[in-house]
C-alpha cells in the first residue's frame, strides 16, 4: 500500500482548517484578500512586476486555488512538494520599490507574511460572517493551524500571528506601511471587472459582457469589498461606513445559503474527494 494512503495531510478532518475550508462561500475570501493586499506597496509592485495576472487572470486564480486545496486537502508530501515549487519560483524574483526606487526580492518575509495573513484572516472571516459557527477558540485555533501553511513558503512559524488577537495586533502596526498606488487602484479596479476568459465562445462572451452573469460578478466583488475592514475600504477611496459591512454580510450569507442549494458533488475538487476517501478508509481504524 502507498504510504500516502494513509497520510491526512498538514491538517485533517478533525481541523478547524478543514471545517472552514468546505465553506465554497471562500471563493468570495480569495476575492477580498485580493483588495486588502493591494495596499501594499511593494507587495503589489511584485505582483504588477512579475506576474501575468492581467493577461490571464483565470489562469492565476486556478493556479493559486490549486495550491491552497493542495496545502489543505494533500498528503503532507503533496503539500511540501507544492511549497517548495512555490518557494522557489519566488527565489527567482524582484521588483523594484516604487518609492525609493530599491531591488527587493519578492521572498522577503514581511512580504510572505503581508501575503499570508491576508489570506488565512480574509478565509476565516469571511466564513464566520457568512454563516459558519466557529467559536473564538475555533478562531484562534484556525489562525495556529495556519502557521503549517507558513512554513511551507519559508517562514518562521513563530514570527506569523497565530491567534485573532495577534492578526488584530499585526494589521495595526502595518497600517502605516499601507497605502493607495497606483498599481492598487489598477488592481482594484482589475478585480472590479476582470476580462472573461477567452477559451469561451463569442456569443457567450458577450451575454456574459453584458448579461446577469456579469452582474452577479460584480454583485460578489462588491460583496468580497464590503467585507473589508473598515480602514482598508477607506484607503480604497469609499467611506467605511457601517452599513456597507453589514449589506455585504447580508449578501455573503444569502450566497451561502444559495451555494447550499447546489450539490456538493459540483463543489468539490478532486483534492477534497480525495482526501475525503482517505479519511473515509482510516474512520474506523481510528
Do not use: C
Amino acid at each position: 500500500m502507498d504510504s500516502d494512503d494513509d497520510d491526512l495531510g498538514l491538517f485533517g478532518p478533525g481541523s478547524v482548517t478543514w471545517k472552514v475550508h468546505e465553506e465554497p462561500i471562500l471563493i468570495v475570501a480569495g476575492l477580498r484578500s485580493l483588495y486588502l493586499q493591494a495596499l501594499h506597496p511593494r507587495a503589489m509592485a511584485g505582483v504588477a512586476q512579475n506576474s501575468n495576472y492581467q493577461t490571464d487572470p483565470w489562469g492565476r486564480l486556478v493556479r493559486t486555488a490549486t495550491y491552497v486545496a493542495t496545502t489543505i486537502y494533500g498528503t503532507t508530501r503533496q503539500a511540501e512538494a507544492a511549497g517548495r515549487r512555490l518557494t522557489a519560483r519566488h527565489a527567482r524574483l524582484s521588483a523594484t520599490d516604487p518609492t525609493t526606487g530599491e531591488r527587493f526580492r519578492i521572498d522577503e518575509p514581511d512580504l510572505l507574511r503581508w501575503v499570508h495573513v491576508t489570506e488565512v484572516e480574509s478565509f476565516v472571516s469571511t466564513a464566520r460572517r457568512a454563516g459558519l459557527a466557529l467559536t473564538t477558540t475555533e478562531v484562534d485555533t484556525y489562525y495556529t493551524e495556519q502557521r503549517r501553511a507558513a512554513a511551507l513558503v519559508g517562514l518562521d512559524p513563530s514570527t506569523v500571528p497565530g491567534t485573532a488577537a495577534e492578526v488584530a495586533d499585526y494589521y495595526r502596526e502595518i497600517r502605516g506601511e499601507l497605502r493607495m498606488t497606483r498599481d492598487a487602484a489598477e488592481t482594484a479596479l482589475f478585480l472590479t471587472a476582470p476580462p472573461l476568459p477567452w477559451k469561451l465562445s463569442l456569443p457567450v462572451r458577450l451575454s456574459l459582457d453584458f448579461g446577469p452573469a456579469r452582474l452577479a460578478y460584480f454583485g460578489v466583488a462588491g460583496t468580497a469589498f464590503g467585507l473589508l475592514p473598515a480602514w482598508a475600504r477607506r484607503m480604497h477611496g469609499t467611506l467605511g461606513l457601517p452599513t456597507t459591512a453589514l449589506s455585504a454580510e447580508l449578501s455573503i450569507r444569502t450566497l451561502r445559503l444559495a451555494l447550499a442549494a447546489v450539490p456538493r458533488r459540483y463543489l468539490e475538487g478532486p483534492l477534497y474527494q480525495a482526501a475525503k476517501a482517505r479519511a473515509a478508509r482510516l474512520a474506523p481504524a481510528s
